[in-house]
């Protein structure tokens, strides 16, 4: 039977764990930061010598950690990213700002064990020469910016901040920076600009990648919560061990956020690929089945950005057969290992590692209609694609779901969407968009019955049969008056 | 009215401008903090904190206008947000939320934030407040309540009577 794995969420559930340091030193903390600054330099096979700071970057790489945030990009590349030649001070930041639909594991560490959060993140500042660091965090959470305050402070006082850390010469401080209700804060070139107090309009990337031109124009790592905790225990398990968790390319554990359509809905550390999104939803270790009586309809896997999948999907995986060949494998929606690679061979992405549940009594209609909603009330209006196009879909998909749908609707949604994707700054273009391309391909006859339906009413209350233009133009004019 | 910061609040705000090699990130924390002094961001708390970064006024409204966190009149003692995103939808954060409307005699269909005559009672959709695992959740001023049934909704309300 497939078990949870706890790693991040070891202590923090335990009875009598509390946030506070002394009892997060009494569960070992602190001791990854100790064992770190003492570390000798390192010497290579080939004679060259590794300081301690790059020994821990290249255990981060040969660890195979990938981001938790979202993109799933390796960590120590995108450390080994950072321009460490321009002389400007290296900035790190904590993405904190946990916001995309579905997803609420940050949460749990921020509110139950922050002080891994700041251990993890005083070893990434110390490893990247980092001096001052940030943690950004959503404007929602007053409570946990307050935990990090009373956290942050006692990691000062007993000397794992400040100045000459444990004595080794070594300063850092880190704020903690709260957000105030905008999703696209969560993008990092958005969250960079809000950090120095501008509205969070992302930045066009080339030029402005963090880790050249990033926070004042210096060089920024930008990583989210969960990543950084994991930095603690590759120093703690050593990067070869570590990395026979989970499976190859996607090692470690991640922290799944199941919720929707499941009995048990909940946050489950799980080793990466070694469950599988039944195993997720069915297992009574996790979501223990559906409610009585229901079946399952679709899944979002990875945050409500992530392109929905269809209950009874197949599909081609590259898989290694016996002969240590490559070879294309049929697998099954609930078959398919719970991870960054087999997801995106899916067609999808596992995102922040949201799962959402809907069972056979949504309608896909209406389950649109409320993610459009989102993506249009979030759109940070830089880019006219977004800007119009999210808000095009929004009222479509809320016309819909209010009966004054066209059956032309599934095509007019797909064409704007198709307008967005690929046009914009940021990849919020495609958050917006996914969704839409995904269920209307999808549940194309659900899309279409329903605009078929509404036409058919209407005809009926006016006396004629000649529906309203279905030419997607004049459409989208009709829309901007509703 | 004359605006005032009170000494010890401006000193609060001094120090968190020595957390950033520039000023200007610290609006958003002062913001935050006039918000919760005065209850809203007027054009005295912008042009005061526009004047304490070296900033021109509008580099601090157009703050105030682009987050939604951040208000201009006064809202109610007690400000339910209801979580309005899918996972808290599937869970019946609509019916939730007209629940409170109706009992509030708030008009249930109407989108944006109302406050209540007696300025009690501020009711709000917001977008995924990270607790979908306890859906539909509401946050209530700065406590976050989960699973909220009917009986808690106006378990929530009476408290509010009373603030
Ligand atoms: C629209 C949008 C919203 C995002 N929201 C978040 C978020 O709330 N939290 C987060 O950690 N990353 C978020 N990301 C991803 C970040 O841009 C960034 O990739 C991530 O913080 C990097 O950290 P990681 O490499 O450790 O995953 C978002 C990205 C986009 C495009
Ligand atoms: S894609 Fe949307 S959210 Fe991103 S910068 Fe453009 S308008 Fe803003
Ligand atoms: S959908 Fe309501 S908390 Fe996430």
């Known amino acids: ?482 | 009215m004359s605006f005032s910061v009170p000494a010890s609040l401006e000193a609060e705000l001094d120090e968190l401008t020595t957390h950033y090699p520039v000023k200007r990130s610290a609006s958003l924390m002062f913001l935050h903090a006039l918000q919760e002094h005065f209850g809203y961001i007027s054009k005295d708390a912008v042009e005061w904190t526009a004047r304490k970064l070296g900033l021109q006024p509008i580099n601090v409204y157009e703050l105030v206008t682009f987050y939604p966190m951040f208000r201009q009149e006064p809202l109610g003692k007690t400000h339910i947000k209801v979580c309005r995103t899918l996972s808290c939808s599937l869970a019946g954060s609509a019916e939730l939320r007209e629940r409170f409307c109706t009992r509030l005699g708030l008009d249930p269909h109407a989108h944006a934030a109302q406050t209540t005559p007696d300025g009690q009672f501020t009711v709000e959709f917001v977008e995924c407040l990270a607790s979908c695992g306890t859906a539909p959740v509401v946050l209530v001023n700065e406590d976050l309540h989960h699973k909220v049934g009917t009986a808690e909704a106006d378990a929530i309300l009476k408290q509010g009577q009373k603030a």
């Open chain 1, 1 to 482: 039977m497939p078990e949870p794995f706890k790693l991040i969420l070891k202590n923090l559930d335990e009875p009598g764990f509390t946030p506070d340091i002394g009892c997060y030193q009494r569960h070992g903390g602190y001791e990854a930061l100790k064992r770190a600054l003492a570390m000798p330099a390192r010497d290579l096979p080939d004679g060259k010598k590794l300081s301690p700071q790059e020994a821990l970057r290249e255990d981060v790489k040969a660890s195979g950690l990938r981001g938790r945030g979202g993109a799933g990009f390796s960590a120590g590349l995108k450390w080994s990213f950072v321009d460490r030649r321009s002389g400007k001070p290296i900035y790190l930041i904590c993405n904190a700002d946990e916001s995309e639909p579905g997803t609420f594991k940050d949460r749990q560490i921020l509110h139950k064990d922050p002080h891994q959060l700041i251990e993890g993140m005083i070893l990434s500042c110390w490893a990247n020469d980092v001096k001052l660091a940030y943690i950004y965090i959503r404007g929602e959470m007053p409570v946990a910016a307050k935990l990090l305050n009373q956290a942050l402070k006692e990691a000062r006082a007993a000397g794992f901040l400040g100045k000459n850390i444990l004595g080794t010469g070594y300063d850092l401080e880190i704020h903690v920076h709260r957000g105030a209700g905008a999703y696209i804060c969560g993008e990092e070139t958005g969250l960079i600009e809000s950090l120095e107090g501008k509205r969070a309009y992302p930045r066009i990337k080339p030029p402005y990648f963090p880790a050249v031109l990033g926070l004042y124009m210096c060089p920024t790592i930008v990583n989210n919560v969960e990543t950084l905790c994991h930095v603690k225990h590759i120093v703690l398990m050593g990067p070869t061990e570590y990395a026979k968790l989970g499976t190859p390319n996607n090692t470690g554990t991640r922290i799944v956020s199941l919720s929707g359509d499941v009995q048990k809905p909940g946050y489950y550390e799980i080793q990466v690929g070694r469950v599988t999104l039944g195993e997720l939803i069915f297992d009574p270790n996790f979501g223990g089945g559906l409610k009585p009586g229901r079946t399952l309809k679709a899944i979002i896997p990875g945050g409500s950005s992530s392109k929905v999948l269809k209950a009874g999907e197949v599909f081609k995986l590259n898989r290694k057969g016996a002969d240590g060949q490559m070879a294309k494998v049929d697998v099954s929606l609930l078959d398919l290992p719970y991870d960054f690679d087999s997801l995106q061979q899916a067609g999808t992405m596992s995102g922040s590692s949201a799962v959402i549940v809907l069972d056979d009594s949504r309608s896909m209609v209406q389950t649109l209609g409320n993610l459009s909603e989102f993506y249009a009330h979030e759109s940070c209006g830089q880019c006219t694609p977004c800007r119009e196009g999210a808000l095009w879909l929004s009222k479509a998909t809320h016309r819909l779901s209010h009966g004054e749908g066209r059956k032309a609707d599934a095509d007019y949604l797909t064409h704007i969407a198709q307008n967005i994707q690929g046009r914009t700054i940021c990849a919020f273009g495609e958050a917006a968009a996914w969704p839409v391309l995904s269920f209307v391909k999808k549940f194309r006859d659900e899309f279409e019955a329903q605009g078929a339906a509404d036409e058919a009413a209407h005809a009926k209350s006016q006396g004629t049969s000649s529906p309203k233009s279905s030419d997607p133009r004049s459409a989208a004019g009709s829309l901007q008056t509703h």
